[in-house]
């Protein structure tokens, strides 16, 4: 059998190769590379597509949670809630304005946050909450809005992995004070390169975002920094990249989804696998695929044997990595994600991949599981 990558962003590339190339044309054309007018219809576009008032391009994922959260005001003192069960990103982007995460247990089914352990963690200082919509799905807003009033707290959506996901028939994104999309080359919505997005319905969050992200600049006067700011800016290559892939975003989202559903077929019956749970409230859009099974490790290296990628998504919990032992969480503190991150693994999807390529995939895997029994 011929190997099955991972995950190959080529072929988005020459699905849309001449519409792509005449936008990186236009940009050398016009030799204006930074904050310029394919910035500003970016934003303009993808503000529009989710259904925000306000969008506003920076340099990464990472970028953006924090402009969100310091557009907010959110800084030295406080605490944020979020999950451990995400790339390590968000906690980063918590520390870096010098608020300190505080990690909620997830949902076993859905692995987003599990509003009630997070209402348990809320103290005095309590000033925000991140969830994480992961691998394409929703966290549960409802809820998660509703403790946020109960405590004045602000809610910045991270949006790495939702792009066209919906809650309750609402885009993520637009649900909290303000989101923060990725546009990592893997996502749903990917450039070709780094780049992020702050999306908010409140034109003050909107407005500070845009000068922290320019040195502090108020937009259109140079050279004043009226606040503390940061280089953080979508550059316009990758801006005209993103309006031409914005404009095939819902049609790769459906294939997303076909070859979802192909995998629940086939995988069907497999002895102990959990395949991905679909909260009925939540539109997925699968970023990922991520299945679940206790003898994940010997599945993952059967699956190499036969040249069949494979991911984990996430091995390590952030509040058990070196970096934030001294936040004070011990093994065991979090029994939900510690236990989901021993046992889940991503599988191929992207929508190029070949339909056949994901019946090979789940054989194999159904061939693992019964050879191991």
Known sequence: ??????????????????????????????????????????????????????AIGCNSGYDALVLALRALGI??????????HTAVATAVAISATGATPVFCDIDPQTYVMDPADAARRVTGRTRA????????????MGAIMDLADAHRLK????????????????????????????FYPTKNLGAFGDGGAVVTSD?????????VRNYGWEPGRRYVSEVRGINSRLDEIQAAILRVRLRHLDAANAVR??????????LAGVDGLQVPHRDPRSTHVFHLYVVRHPRRDQIAADLAAERIGTHVHYPMPVHRQPAYLDHGYAEGSLPVTEQAAREIMSLPIYPELPETDAVAVAGAIGRSVAGGR
């Open 1 to 54: 059998m011929r190997p099955i990558a991972f995950n190959l962003t080529g072929p988005g590339y020459q699905a849309h190769r001449d519409e792509i190339d005449g936008a990186i044309r236009e940009v050398l054309d016009a030799s204006w590379f930074i904050l310029g007018a394919q910035g500003e219809a970016f934003e303009r576009e993808f503000a529009a597509y989710v259904g925000a008032p306000h």
């Open 129 to 140: 909450i991140v969830p994480v919509h992961l691998y394409g799905q929703s966290a549960p």
């Open 155 to 182: 809610v910045v959506e991270d949006c790495a992995q939702s792009h066209g996901a919906r809650w309750e028939g609402r885009m993520t994104g637009t649900i909290g004070d303000a989101a923060a999309f990725s």
């Open 75 to 84: 800084g030295p003192g406080d605490e944020v809630l979020t999950v451990s």
């Open 257 to 266: 989804g076909r070859l979802a559903a192909i995998y629940d077929g086939a």
């Open 203 to 211: 034109p003050e969050v909107a407005r500070t975002a845009a000068m």
